[in-house]
């Protein structure tokens, strides 16, 4: 045994530390595989081009996890118990994912072997050195090889350092000689290229008609050494050649060969060096091409959450939902669905029409919330919970049953535009029952004899007074070559294109290791900023009142909270622990604040305006300030009784506040929810820093 195998074989007999880690130019690869042989009942998996959850994957494959031990709680445990004593070799940790910048290695070691290392003993090898202080790693070191690009990087030949500078390790002749082309200034054709790296066999790999480096140190001390301006110029060259020398094709860039994979994994990340990731990301052309795994890692690897109008922000919360497309043609229907349902119709137009790509089905309409939306135009219709095929006026339409409301809304089945309702579901109009018949009665024109409630519509068997609202797009209605789907955010229809597909079925995959990056809120596309004025409209108020100036009361002396109520007004509702009650008689009456409750921030005197958790919502005559008297001095997790600064900052926080909670309590999936809990107390810190504080508007958030 070499004496790195020795080593390691040590570690293991001495059974000190539960991590050990190899660092040598191939990953690790070769000392591995002595190890595997050495040791019985070792298992060794290589993690190059792999995402954390793929490794996983593999993982519980060659130890034989059972279909029901893969889930979130429970295969940790499955683990511990078909791996006992058994040794995991990781291979290559610093190769994992589809690109040189991909954040896979830093999951794979901190989120993935982090975990297994408390059931199992793991050794993980990469070429990269690592701290040598990393507490409970045990490290064994593989001498590297010389050569004289590790001590004078700046000296290397441009051909070493085009392949350093791509972004998927396994790079296309052609995209290599576009890479050294971009950072020397002089060409280098594909032939003179392989005749130069057969000249390096140990440090150029050859195959297929690529080039890999094959040790991923000395390409990270390749590119550290390129001067940033000069990299970048690189990077954005790539990414002009590449965006006009993919060929498109029906299945998408990567079935076109390696050319079209390398762009398929490789286009954005390139992008992100020049800054040039808004541009590419925004074309529908290009983003039904990209990988699922190259939106997720451009999602992961930023430094803030991804915008939430991306399509990187769509692959992420699909995945929250599991979608996990089996093909690029899928992947690129649902991102063009994503697309549709914020109303950016551009980017939508791109996808289906200018990009190549040949959708399986193709959305029509949308009145949907996407998963990660965050916008009052996203309360409506809200969750569905059946679907009937129906004729309106003869014309195939679809009954929509809205869990929220009990009631049915008559949309047409082509258009998706709404034609009648939303009615009670116990008792539609009696005009509608001259109109609606089901698609299935011998009338199809109407009798006046139609169903007069939504139990009617359905069949027997289909009739609960609770009906559960899928949790994302599994409820189906098929009407020739046209679907309807439903679920917990609303409604959508799709035509399937391809001959052969009979529906809409999303191929899932449930994320093991957690929620795959975070995202901002989707809002939609050039929607117009959110104001107090659309607190009426949120709410549905019953009335607004707006009082005259002369019967205010003479203690409101601040102009801008008397020119609010009198021209904005006051919306009479209660909803989601927030009230505003002008029609009753002690509207605007001056409260006392007690001296055994919180002192106030604001002096007052101050002015009653309805309830909100639970206390007095009340405005500050002089200073306008909105504050929340407490209902007693013994209230815990309400500290902080402002609110906002003024009437208009009020109203909009409140807006965002009853959207989110009323969007919360629709989503049963974890870490989409998670997220909005995020967005909300972003969204009410964005209007007013200091009333965002008040523990009134995050108890609801922090306490289920």
Known sequence: MTGAVAQLVEWWRSGENARAHVVAADGGAGVLRRVHEVVPGSVLVDAAGLSAEELLAEILDRFAVSARGRRPAYWLAEIKRMAAGSLL????????????SSGQPGIIRDRLVGRLALRMRVVTGGAEPVDEAASG????????????WFDRPGEAPAELVGLALAEPRRVPLAVWSELVTAYSGESASPVDLVKWAEQFPGVVGLSGGCAELTDEWLARCLR??????????????????????????????????????????????????????????????????????????????????????????????LSYYWVDPESQRELAAWLHLMATARGDFELAGGIAERSGVRLPWRTRWTAWRPPGGYHPSFLRPGPVGELCAVRWDGVPAVAVFLTATDEVEIRDMASGRRLAGPWPEDEFPEEARGRLTREDSADSAGDGQGPYSGRQLLDPGRLSDDRPSPRLLELPLSFDRNVVLAGGGGVVGVELLDPGLTGVEPSKRRPLLGAAAAAGPCVPHGAPEVTAADLERVVRAACVVRPAADALPEGIEHSGTRKFLSEVGVPEFAAIGVALRPREENFLAEVPWDAELEEPESAGPFFRLGGFVGGVLV????????????????????????????????????????????????????????????????????????????GAWLYPLRND
Do not use: C, K
């Open 224 to 317: 550290d050494a390129v001067p940033g301006d000069v990299a970048t110029g690189v990077h954005r060259h790539l990414v002009e050649w590449l965006r006009n020398h993919v060929e498109p094709h029906p299945e998408g860039w990567a079935a076109d060969g390696p050319v079209g994979r390398y762009a398929a994994d490789g286009l954005l990340v390139h992008a992100a060096h020049p800054d040039l990731v808004d541009e590419v990301i925004g074309d529908g052309s290009v983003v039904a091409n990209l990988s699922r795994e190259a939106l997720l890692d451009l999602a992961g690897s930023a430094s803030e959450a991804t915008a939430g109008d991306t399509a990187a922000a769509d692959a992420v919360y």
């Open 619 to 694: 405005v500050d005559g002089v200073t306008g300030a909105v504050l929340r008297r407490p209902s007693s001095p013994d209230e815990d997790g309400l500290e902080g009784n402002l609110l906002a600064s003024d009437l208009a900052s009020f109203y909009t926080m409140a807006v965002w506040w009853i959207t989110g909670l009323s969007l919360l309590r629709d989503i049963d999936e974890h870490d989409e929810a998670h997220m909005l809990r995020q967005h909300i107390d972003d969204a009410l810190w964005e209007i007013d820093r200091d009333g965002s504080a008040a």
């Open 137 to 148: 790693v045990a490290l064994v070191r593989v001498p590297l090889g010389a050569s004289n």
């Open 89 to 100: 070799l990781i291979a290559n940790v610093d190769r994992a994912g589809r690109s040189r």
